[in-house]
């Protein structure tokens, strides 16, 4: 993407969006749903694209980010925006926690990753003095009203997401851009070569896996407050797996903007167009599109409109 059309984007996702769809709430909470995606498809990408690990247990940064968002908030009665950082800050503990599988590699990491998943999953559960057991946590404060502007509503929340996974993205630039993004590229050749040259590969895929679960963390938080509500199973669920993936691999997960590009396509044709078509088998299209974009652009839908866009 060219840095030109970078206002043009903003421009337009900050003032053409709410002007065009603002007036449906129910088009808007499609939107607000895709961008949540978005920022989780980008964390997922930088953990998979620099720090050249997948990742199966990102339901894990989204389900912790929700509840200590959720808790802080409805009962110790933190400010909301305070709850989301502190959501993403306990999400990067519970990355902590995952630390020793970074010896892992492959599958075996990927693997490990959602087996810590499933055991926070059963925490949340089995906690209830705290986290509410498998009835939840009802009544989570909303966004604020700041400055007369209510973010509590589809349209407002909307300004808060976005605004969230532009700095997931921006972050992801100026990573990839760094000697340290160039670093961890060059581990992807070869990650014992890198160590003969001083390179210390377990602290930076360290710091990526860190940096991802903050950024999951705090989409999560702010999806707790969005709907209100928070469960073990929804907090914990496979959606917030799958769908990031798939997002990622469509838009082009090696690209900063693809992951969220895949997102908002993904989810909107599949919200809008495949679900009123096939209520009962929409997601086979949104597979049989998948293995449609990896056979014909392996690398994704943004470096194909890239190449049509310069041919």
């Not at 089995?126 to 589809?154: H, K, M, N, Q």
């Amino acid at each position: 993407m060219k840095r030109a059309s970078i206002p043009l984007l903003l421009l337009a996702a900050y003032v053409g969006v709410p002007l065009l769809l603002g007036h449906s709430s129910y088009v808007m909470s499609l939107v607000d749903a895709a961008l949540v995606i978005g920022g989780i498809a980008l964390a997922w990408a930088l953990l998979g694209n620099l720090g050249g690990m997948v990742s199966f247990g990102h339901s894990a940064f989204v389900g912790v980010g929700g509840y200590v968002s959720a808790l802080v908030t409805a009962r110790a009665g933190l400010p909301v925006p305070v709850g989301l950082l502190l959501g993403g800050v306990g999400a990067v503990l519970a990355a902590l926690v995952m630390l020793p599988v970074l010896r892992l590699r492959g599958p075996y990491f990927a693997l490990a990753i959602l087996a810590f998943a499933h055991i926070f999953r059963i925490v949340a559960t089995e906690w209830s003095s705290v986290t509410g057991g498998a009835a939840g946590i009802a009544g989570i404060p909303p966004l604020p009203v700041i400055a007369g502007i209510d973010f509590g509503t589809r349209t407002g929340a909307y300004f808060v997401i976005l605004t969230i996974v532009c700095l997931c993205a921006w972050t992801y630039a100026r990573v990839a851009a760094s000697h340290y993004g160039l670093a961890l590229r060059a581990m992807h050749g070869s990650e014992d070569a890198t160590r003969v040259l001083g390179v210390d590969s377990t602290l930076l895929k360290g710091a990526m896996l860190l940096l991802s679960a903050f950024m999951t963390g705090v989409v999560g938080a702010f999806n707790a407050h969005y709907i209100g509500f928070l469960e073990p199973d929804y907090a914990f669920a496979g959606l917030w797996v799958t769908l990031p993936i798939v997002a990622a691999i469509f838009g082009g997960y090696r690209t900063v903007a693809g992951p969220l590009l895949g997102a908002v396509v993904i989810y909107l044709l599949d919200q809008l167009l495949f679900k009123s078509w096939l209520p009962g088998g929409h997601q086979l299209v949104l597979g049989a599109l998948l293995v449609a974009m990896i056979v014909f652009s392996p690398r994704g839908l943004l470096p194909l409109l890239a190449r049509r866009r310069d041919a």
